[in-house]
């Protein structure tokens, strides 16, 4: 064990022995960052064209597939476990990507000579780091960033890590601080299944949320309770603490990368309008909403001091951005545009909304059936506008257009319409001879969960996974079947929802896995997995 800079102490191996799990994280991508500064007023850099540093970036399971997607955009990341940092140059080197590099370093070894960044990441590090290197990092976004640079840092809080950091403290209590890093996690989940029959169940509000956190630290991962929990550093703060820091490092609050979050759809309305009423500005606002809410986490953004953002939607809010949504329409087919009949859009296991404005309804349509790529405002005005033609007022244009623009607003603020800088590299139909991310092809090699060109992460069922580690492209529809129907002929493969045995008859199970191969194909589209 070595001290750490603030006398706690520290295994430097830990992240060897058990690798902190390395995924993409969308909330920090740059078309986030750069898409909810836009909305705020400001100019941030173009991430087409962009420098990105994003400080502990383990095995570049965020940093990488960004820079697939980014190929003219430049990427560094920098970690301090040797493992991790083999591990990423190794993806890298695969896939043969020559606008990312992973440095094996302290984050305190970054200074003037790594040269100035657009954006910077740092998820899942400054809770669990010193004090020395908490400012560090704030250091870094502030004098390393560009003038118009955004940060994103997330960070644990109280209220809400109340009640998780005594499951902690209990857990580190009994844990051999000096044990390997996989006893330790042994020990921890021990002493967990015995405080799942100890805690009372008898209502009492405290035991409620004691046995709630027990139970979902029972249900994560190793790396997640080593690192998350065993971990000697761990500080969650208010968010006010957080913001105070920053100020002083010469930063401002921007947003938080997860919208919604900053947003009371979901408290009563009276509730929201005693909160803004109490509030005498965003700062304050922000943290009253933690307290109301028990918020245990932020993703929050940061720009520079001399930075003037707008805190308030308006109608400039969507200019040059993209307008994206996986809404459907339902029920599913043509939408009917007259005036009065409502149009009801999902998306699937989440938001949805209606309108009868034929305007409306022709655009968030065609929004659907752009997806996964967007519109701009004015080609999607204009095409709402020709679809929808018969059934529009004598209204002029402009009035047409503020309608549109009001009803857009109101459908990203519910979540049924994101707004994006960028437009992915993906395609949204199926092309003769398919190709797929190569990224999320090596993925798919070796998990179920891949990363898309939205940078989301996508959970593929066995059949889908296989099929993605086909797309290279070569192949056309036919040799695509012939390969998956071997492969289920062989048992190698299963069909989805598919009572074995499958069709005995080599035409039967060929047609079979004929329709399960043009389903998956589409779905991958959806998913933003094909690329051209």
Same mark, same amino acid.
């Given at each position: 064990?070595?001290?750490?800079?603030?006398?706690?102490?520290?295994?430097?191996?830990?992240?060897?022995?058990?690798?902190?799990?390395?995924?993409?994280?969308?909330?920090?991508?740059?078309?986030?960052?750069?898409?909810?500064?836009?909305?705020?007023?400001?100019?941030?850099?173009?991430?087409?064209?962009?420098?990105?540093?994003?400080?502990?970036?383990?095995?570049?399971?965020?940093?990488?597939?960004?820079?697939?997607?980014?190929?003219?955009?430049?990427?560094?990341?920098?970690?301090?476990?040797?493992?991790?940092?083999?591990?990423?140059?190794?993806?890298?080197?695969?896939?043969?990507?020559?606008?990312?590099?992973?440095?094996?370093?302290?984050?305190?070894?970054?200074?003037?000579?790594?040269?100035?960044?657009?954006?910077?990441?740092?998820?899942?590090?400054?809770?669990?780091?010193?004090?020395?290197?908490?400012?560090?990092?704030?250091?870094?976004?502030?004098?390393?960033?560009?003038?118009?640079?955004?940060?994103?840092?997330?960070?644990?809080?109280?209220?809400?890590?109340?009640?998780?950091?005594?499951?902690?403290?209990?857990?580190?209590?009994?844990?051999?601080?000096?044990?390997?890093?996989?006893?330790?996690?042994?020990?921890? +989940?021990?002493? &967990?299944?015995?405080? $799942?029959? /100890?805690? #009372? @169940?008898?209502?009492?509000?405290?035991? =409620? %949320?004691? *046995?709630?956190?027990?139970?979902?630290?029972?249900?994560?991962?190793?790396?997640?309770?080593?690192?998350?929990?065993?971990?000697?550093?761990?500080?969650?703060?208010?968010?006010?603490?957080?913001?105070?820091?920053?100020?002083?490092?010469?930063?401002?609050?921007?947003?938080?990368?997860?919208?919604?979050?900053?947003?009371?759809?979901?408290?009563?309305?009276?509730?929201?309008?005693?909160?803004?009423?109490?509030?005498?500005?965003?700062?304050?606002?922000?943290?009253?909403?933690?307290?109301?809410?028990?918020?245990?986490? +932020?993703?929050? &953004?940061?720009?520079? $001091?001399? /930075?003037? #953002? @707008?805190?308030?939607?308006?109608?400039? =809010? %969507?200019? *040059?951005?993209?307008?994206?949504?996986?809404?459907?329409?339902?029920?599913?087919?043509?939408?009917?545009?007259?005036?009065?009949?409502?149009?009801?859009?999902?998306?699937?296991?989440?938001?949805?909304?209606?309108?009868?404005?034929?305007?409306?309804?022709?655009?968030?349509?065609?929004?659907?059936?752009?997806?996964?790529?967007?519109?701009?405002?004015?080609?999607?005005?204009?095409?709402?506008?020709?679809?929808?033609?018969?059934?529009?007022?004598?209204?002029?244009?402009?009035?047409?257009?503020?309608?549109?623009?009001?009803?857009?607003?109101?459908?990203?603020?519910?979540?049924?319409?994101?707004?994006?800088?960028?437009?992915?590299?993906?395609?949204?139909?199926?092309?003769?001879?398919?190709?797929?991310?190569?990224?999320?092809?090596?993925?798919?090699?070796?998990?179920?969960?891949?990363?898309?060109?939205?940078?989301?992460?996508?959970?593929?069922?066995?059949?889908?996974?296989?099929?993605?580690?086909?797309?290279?492209?070569?192949?056309?529809?036919?040799?695509?079947?012939?390969?998956?129907?071997?492969?289920?002929?062989?048992?190698?493969?299963?069909?989805?929802?598919?009572?074995?045995?499958?069709?005995?008859?080599?035409?039967?199970?060929?047609?079979?896995?004929?329709?399960?191969?043009?389903?998956?194909?589409?779905?991958?589209?959806?998913?933003?997995?094909?690329?051209?």
């Amino acid at each position: 064990m070595t001290p750490t800079l603030d006398g706690a102490t520290h295994d430097p191996s830990g992240y060897d022995a058990i690798p902190y799990h390395s995924q993409a994280f969308v909330q920090s991508h740059p078309d986030r960052l750069a898409s909810i500064a836009r909305i705020f007023g400001l100019t941030p850099p173009d991430i087409a064209r962009c420098r990105v540093l994003e400080l502990g970036c383990a095995a570049g399971g965020n940093l990488i597939p960004m820079a697939y997607a980014l190929p003219d955009s430049e990427f560094v990341g920098v970690d301090l476990s040797a493992a991790q940092v083999e591990s990423g140059r190794s993806k890298i080197a695969r896939l043969g990507l020559k606008n990312v590099r992973i440095e094996h370093a302290s984050i305190l070894d970054i200074d003037e000579t790594w040269g100035n960044f657009d954006y910077l990441i740092c998820h899942g590090v400054f809770s669990w780091v010193p004090p020395a290197v908490q400012n560090k990092i704030l250091q870094i976004a502030a004098r390393q960033l560009g003038e118009h640079g955004i940060a994103y840092i997330s960070y644990n809080t109280y209220p809400g890590w109340n009640v998780r950091g005594a499951v902690r403290h209990m857990l580190g209590y009994h844990a051999q601080s000096d044990a390997h890093p996989a006893e330790r996690v042994a020990q921890a +989940r021990r002493l &967990l299944d015995q405080l $799942a029959t /100890a805690v #009372p @169940r008898d209502g009492d509000a405290y035991a =409620s %949320l004691f *046995g709630g956190e027990v139970e979902r630290l029972r249900a994560s991962a190793d790396w997640y309770l080593y690192h998350e929990v065993l971990e000697p550093n761990n500080a969650p703060m208010y968010f006010h603490q957080f913001i105070e820091r920053a100020q002083k490092a010469g930063l401002q609050y921007l947003a938080e990368a997860e919208f919604s979050d900053m947003l009371t759809l979901r408290l009563p309305q009276q509730v929201a309008q005693a909160l803004h009423e109490m509030s005498g500005d965003i700062l304050q606002y922000e943290q009253n909403l933690d307290f109301l809410r028990n918020r245990h986490f +932020r993703q929050t &953004l940061l720009c520079k $001091a001399g /930075a003037r #953002p @707008r805190h308030a939607l308006s109608p400039d =809010s %969507l200019e *040059g951005l993209y307008l994206a949504s996986a809404a459907q329409a339902e029920p599913a087919g043509a939408v009917d545009l007259r005036p009065g009949v409502a149009a009801n859009f999902h998306i699937k296991g989440g938001t949805q909304g209606a309108t009868d404005d034929p305007l409306t309804k022709a655009a968030l349509n065609l929004v659907a059936q752009r997806w996964p790529l967007g519109w701009k405002i004015d080609e999607l005005f204009d095409a709402a506008r020709e679809q929808a033609a018969p059934w529009l007022s004598d209204s002029d244009d402009a009035t047409l257009r503020e309608t549109l623009i009001h009803d857009l607003l109101q459908c990203f603020l519910s979540g049924l319409i994101e707004l994006h800088s960028w437009q992915p590299p993906c395609v949204s139909q199926v092309s003769a001879r398919p190709a797929a991310s190569a990224w999320a092809m090596a993925e798919a090699a070796e998990q179920s969960l891949v990363t898309n060109l939205r940078h989301h992460v996508i959970n593929l069922m066995p059949f889908s996974q296989t099929l993605l580690t086909l797309l290279d492209g070569r192949r056309d529809h036919g040799e695509l079947l012939d390969e998956l129907t071997a492969r289920v002929s062989s048992g190698e493969l299963a069909l989805p929802q598919t009572e074995p045995p499958a069709p005995a008859d080599p035409a039967a199970l060929r047609a079979l896995v004929g329709a399960w191969l043009d389903d998956s194909l589409a779905r991958l589209a959806r998913y933003a997995l094909l690329t051209a």
